[in-house]
Every structure is written in C-alpha cells, then in structure tokens.
C-alpha cells in the first residue's frame, strides 16, 4: 500500500499502531491519538498521510491543533504572496510554523523542528479484536502510524 | 494533562472579555446606551485599530468558547484551561474591550465606560470566582473623576488596584495626575499600567519618530513608552510625594531595564542639580517602587543569559510572573521562565505579587470554604 514518506525514517524498529479506518479520515481531516503516552495528530492532507508529535518545541502547546494552512512565503520587499495553501501547520499559541510533510519549523528548518512519524495505508488482514465493532473490508484499509 | 504546578502562582494578567457588549448595558444610563446602539462603543487600541495582531484574532487558537463567542468571555473555560490547569492561587484580571477608554473625546462618556466595566468585572468575575481579583480601570481625561471612581470602587475586597494603559497625552510622573494618586496613596494601592492604546485617540503617536508599518514593530515600542512613564515618575518626583504607591508595568518586557537604569544613573551625576529632589541614583527609585511582569518572556541567548539579567534587574523584587491568557503570545507557567534557584522562582512566580496586591496566602481552609 502507498506509504507518506517522511525524512525521518528511523532504523530503529517501530511498531505499527491502528489510528482509524480509512473512510474515517477523508482528505482534510486530522486525528489526535494517544500511543505508548504519546500525543500524536495525524492528518490527511489531500490523501497523503502524516504524523506529528502533538507537542510545540517552543513552550508544549497542543501542536496538532493547530490551522492547517499556507503562508506567505520569503519575497522580496513589499511583495506578499500567500502560497504552499495546506502544507504548513501553525502552533495555537504563539503561532510558529511547521511544515507537515518534514516537521521542520519555517523559521529556523534546520534548528528548530517536531517529531515526525511514518503513517501507512494497509488492508485490514486479521479481524482485530480492539476494532472488532467495525466490519472492514480489504478495499478500506486502516490507517496505522509507526511510533 | 500536565503535571500540576507544585508552587504557588499568582497570574498578574488575565484578559476577560464580555460575549456582546450589551453586558455593560445594565451599568450605564439610558442616555450612553443610545449612543452605543447607534456608534458601537468607539474604542480601539494601539494604532487605533490599523494593525495586526497575533494567533487567531489575537487569541491563542483553542481559547475560543465552542458556542462562537470571544475569546476570554467564558468562565468556565478560563478554570479550565488556566486556573484549574496550572493551579492558579490568584489571578489579577485586566481586562480587554474598554481598556482604551482614555483614547475616547469624552471625558464623561470615558468615565461612564470605565465605572460600568468596573461593576461588570466584579459582578460577572470577582464575585463568581475567588482566585479573580481585579484592577479598576480609569479613564484620565479628568483624573478629579477617575479619583472619584477609585474612591467608588477601591473598597471592594476584590479590587487590588488601578489599571491604565500604556499611551497617553503625557507622561505618568506629571502633576495632572496627583488627584489619582492622592487616592491610591491614601489606600497604598498599586498603579497598573497595561501596554497598549499607544497612538489611539488623541494618545501620542506609537513611537517617538511616528508611526510603524507593521504590528511587531508597534509591539517594540512598549518598552520605550514604559521608560518615557518611569523616567517622569522619578524626575517628576513622584516617587517621594506618593511613597505609599507602587506602580507596576505589564507586557512591556524587562530585559531592557537594567541598562536603562545604567544610563539613567550616569546621566544623573552630571544633570542631577535640574532635578535637586532626586536625591539618589535613579535605579534605587525604580528597584523599590516599580513592578514588571514576566510575559512575553524572551529567549535571550539561553538561560544563563536570562539569569544575569534577572540579578542586574533586581527581578528578585521587581518582576512578576504573568501569563497574558488568553492572548496568542501566552506563557506557559511550566515553561516559559529558564531554570534558576527555587527562591527567586517563588519570588517571581508569587511573592512579588502577593506583596504589591496584598494578597493573603490562601490556606487550605480558605480553599475548603470557596
Ligand atoms: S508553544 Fe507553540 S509556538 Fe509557542
């Protein structure tokens, strides 16, 4: 199944843990879940999936949600442009920027970042007990996050 | 959740708002009320309105009531998202929508709006919720009414002082003042002054040279209309003819204080005889009467360069924790402040507060009875 690539596959091993039924997280939503202690959104962006940690490098806001958004991307002087509509996350707090795709702040990517995480699309194979209150069929799949 | 805040915090700056404006209606007579039906109520902050802000409509995202109404305007949500959260013991509101009453042309129309909102705080805040104390705004069009309104309000056990804003027609040290201060002095009440409505009205423009392009620029010029207030307070020597007072100055940073003062005590030496009734160093004025809070708290270069500056700022009397809720630029009382040594965090964090606002620590009985 198609899998978001992120830039931070880890080698270390994760494990897979169920987040929602496809047909429960359409394009433009997003699903805050609670894994091993951790808070982590996932989203789906226009059919692509990602993951973040639900928590703000700067002061631990409830980073996941936050808007889902464009910004005005680096001009010259005086020129505004509004671009990059539905990659970028904006804090609830103070308002600092994330893109989805790599969690790297937009005003310091190289220093100043959030925790990704690898978000897969698979057929639902074995009827899982936790899930059983849903009859799913191969063609609708889960969404699982690698934590 | 988090984990809950051990310590004892007192929040020196809690924004709460109304849900429509009509609830000041039941506090002013028919004749504002009619006015405001047909203009709205004709106040508006620094800049009078043309800039930006931060967050979402300068809110911290998630602080919007579910039913759609204003940030800040819901009690419950308040206890839930800070008081309750961070184990606030007291809590200093400042109010939002009528703190530009001094911008307004009306003086008495000024003063109407001031003593409503007061009444409203207390009815709708202070009296519901005891961890609330509030500030009575004054308008300062004509302090012989905003010494009246003070007198009218200061008695309530749910009101720890005055509040302004930032911009004015003229500097806080003047004597245009004194009938406001007379009041306050008499009582040993504090003045509180909260940044904004610089440039507003009839205020003077929001920065020395005029007037900035963009809301992060009109945001740095708090600190220079904080030192233009206090730089007459002790020249004007009000420090002296009001030694009962305290004033305090909120949002408008504190890492810039120490070297201020620095300058401000050099150039004493030398200028000291056009001002003789300022007998000591400007800096010994500053560090035993005026008051700053936390937030917005910056970075600086990590915690050590923040430590230094907490020592050379005295901040071990002279700063105060705030949170700023519900604005966009809140501070976190878990992780805003660097680490430093448990004394000056508990002065920081509440002491300093509970000595300016005279707030009794509240007991575990006291906690029991609410
Ligand atoms: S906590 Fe996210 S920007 Fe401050």
């Not at chain 1, 409830?62 to 991307?73: H, Q």
């Not at chain 2, 051990?6 to 209606?25: G, M, N, T, V, W």
């Amino acid at each position: 199944m198609e899998q978001a690539t992120t830039e931070r596959a880890s080698t270390r091993t994760r494990e897979k843990h169920f987040v929602a039924l496809l047909r429960d997280l359409p394009p433009g939503s997003r699903k805050i879940v609670s894994i091993q202690g951790r808070s982590i959104g996932v989203f789906n962006i226009d059919g692509q999936f990602y993951a973040l940690k639900n928590s703000c490098p700067h002061q631990g806001a409830p980073l996941c949600a936050g808007r889902i958004k464009g910004t005005r991307v680096a001009t010259k002087p005086f020129e505004y442009v509004y671009a990059r509509e539905n990659e970028i996350i904006k804090c609830p707090w103070h308002g600092w920027e994330f893109e989805i795709s790599t969690g790297r702040s937009i005003f310091n990517p190289h220093r100043v970042r959030v925790q990704t995480y690898d978000v897969t699309v698979e057929a639902q194979e074995e009827p899982d007990p936790s899930i059983e209150m849903y009859p799913v069929t191969v063609e609708e799949g889960v969404v699982m996050v690698h934590v | 959740m988090p984990p809950r805040a051990k310590e004892a915090i007192i929040d020196c700056d809690i924004h709460q708002r109304f849900k429509s404006h009509k609830e000041l209606y039941p506090y002013l007579s028919k004749a504002w009320q009619k006015d405001i039906d047909e203009f709205g109520l004709r106040l508006t902050t620094t800049g009078s309105g043309g800039f930006l802000n931060g967050g979402t409509g300068g809110f911290r995202e998630d602080s919007y009531p579910a039913d759609g109404t204003m940030a800040g305007s819901d009690l419950p949500l308040m206890r839930e998202q800070l008081l309750d959260y961070y184990d606030i013991e007291y809590g200093i509101l400042t109010g939002q929508d009528c703190s530009p009453v001094s911008t307004l042309p009306n003086a008495d129309y000024a003063n109407a709006i001031a003593s409503a909102y007061n009444d409203w705080m207390i009815e709708h805040w202070i009296e519901p919720e005891p961890r609330l104390k509030g500030l009575a705004l004054i308008a300062l069009q004509n302090p012989n009414q905003a010494a009246k309104e003070l007198e009218r309000v200061l008695d309530h056990p749910g009101i720890v002082g005055a509040l302004t804003q930032a911009g004015a027609r003229f500097p806080y040290g003047q004597r245009f003042y004194d009938p406001i201060y007379e009041v306050l002095n008499d009582r040993g009440m504090p003045f509180v002054v909260h940044t904004g409505g610089e440039g507003s009205g009839w205020n003077g423009n929001p920065t020395p040279v005029g007037y900035p392009s963009y809301y992060i620029e009109a945001r740095q010029s708090r600190a220079m209309s904080y030192q233009a207030h206090i730089t007459s307070l002790i020249f004007e020597g009000a420090f002296d003819r009001f030694p009962n007072i305290q004033w305090v100055f909120i949002e408008g940073g504190y890492i810039w204080l120490p070297t201020f003062l620095w300058r401000l005590d050099s150039d004493w030496k030398g200028l000291r005889d056009q001002t003789p009734w300022v007998t000591r160093p400007p800096s010994e004025y500053v560090f035993e009467r005026v008051r700053f809070t936390t937030q917005p708290m910056e970075q600086g270069e990590g915690p050590k360069s923040l430590l230094q500056i907490f020592e050379w700022g005295r901040a071990e009397k002279t700063l105060m924790f705030a949170t700023d809720y519900p604005h966009w630029d809140f501070d976190s009382p878990e992780q805003a402040l660097p680490r430093m040594p448990e004394e000056l965090r508990r002065r920081i964090m509440s002491e300093n507060a509970r000595e300016v606002f005279k707030l009794p620590v509240r007991t575990t009985e006291a906690l029991a009875a609410d």
